[in-house]
């Protein structure tokens, strides 16, 4: 159960990295686009909105971490 476990933990600090890290790209991307002024709206939009989702899937990966968490303190 332990080797679970640590495997689950370290593919949950994976996915959240990444994520974060696609995140801190987007934003530094609309930062950009918004100083110098050469996206459209809709372009400008769609990153939002990327930005957006990508930080909904960030809060989900949490949420589905301690639920991970909890399951495993039951089962010890």
């Known amino acids: 159960m332990d080797k679970h476990a640590d495997c689950l933990t370290d593919y949950f600090r994976y996915l959240k990295d990444n994520l974060d890290q696609q995140v801190k790209k987007l934003q530094v991307k609309i930062t950009q686009a918004r ?3 050469h996206l ?3 372009q400008a939009t769609k ?3 990327q930005l957006d ?3 909904l899937q960030l809060q989900d ?7 991970w968490r909890k399951i495993c303190s039951l089962n010890t």
């Open 40 to 42: 459209s709206d809709l």
């Open 61 to 67: 990966l949490g949420l589905q971490q301690s639920r």
């Open 53 to 55: 989702a990508q930080q």
């Open 35 to 37: 100083t110098e002024d």
């Open 47 to 49: 990153l939002v909105t």
